[in-house]
């Protein structure tokens, strides 16, 4: 049996590359009969970048029934809310206390967010080592996350063989990364990586006339409609085949290729079958969304079914550090 975990950050709104690249694939893995998923929000993360508790509230729902949305399966899986499991904060205090400074220095993810947004907060410095806390408390052997995780995943084994090293312990297992390098980045709306920071993103979760305006933004060349286009350096093009069967994907192409048709009518086509595809995670979010108490017995069982897990390891972990 395998021990899956990942979290996502509450600090958003989930656009459609977060749901592509990272919620549906988790939950594909979670269905295999041998896995045991602990999908988690990471709230506590989020700290790190939004200040108003409003929003992180309203965030945190939105996470919560996006996965909900798609079909976690909440009675074979673990799923609850980073904040309300307090043995993540205590052993993420353990774990600081294991990792050199100099590591933590060398994150490529606090070097760019320096550079980019100038914030230096101490919360942001030690992310990885709360991230790492996430991971080892709950015994996880794989990790899916995309490539900017990677970093991040090595140097929770680092934190985790320097404790147990020191103890002589097998106390924390290690983790794999799961990186799929098939699963492109998939492009926002004006051609960039889809990223909340970039606010380029598609809501797929938006009311019809919204969601259409937002796809109507897809950036395009200007190729006048009689004329053939290349359907390989468009994003609309590019959107649908992520979304369209593979027939579907043949006659879009044919379509761009023959020129007389054009870049609205892509659009108009992308928006239909975002209708259709989302069909039944629309209706299950807006459900959720509109249904707080729901939603809130979901996440409370999850925390229940953590607690078990997370009070055993911190249990293990204050018995060898004197703290028992
Ligand atoms: P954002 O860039 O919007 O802040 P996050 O960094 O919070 O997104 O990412 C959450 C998860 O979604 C990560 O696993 C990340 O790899 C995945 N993800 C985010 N954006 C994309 C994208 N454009 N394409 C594929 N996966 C993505
Ligand atoms: N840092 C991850 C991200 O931004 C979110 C995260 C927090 C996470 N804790 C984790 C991912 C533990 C995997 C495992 O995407």
Redesign the pocket.
Known sequence: MARIL?G??S??RP?L??I???IRPAIELSREPQNESFFFIADLHSLTSLRDGQQRREYTRAVAATWLAFGLDTEKNTFWRQSRVPEHTELAWYLNCFTPKPMLENATSYKDKMEKLGIANTGLFTYPVLQAADILLYDANIVP?????KQHLEMTRDIASSFNRQYETDIFVLPDARIDER?M????IDGQ?????YNN?IDIFLPEKELNKVIKKILSDSTPLEEPKNPDSDITFQLFSLLASETQVAEMRENYLRGGYGYGHAKKALYELMLDVFAEPRQRYDYFMNNPDALEAELQRGETKAREVASQTIARVREVLGFS
């Open positions: 990942t996502i950050q600090s958003g656009h590359g977060n592509l690249g990272a996350v995309g490539k900017d995780q699963l980045t998939i492009p926002g990586k889809m990223s909340k920071s993103y």
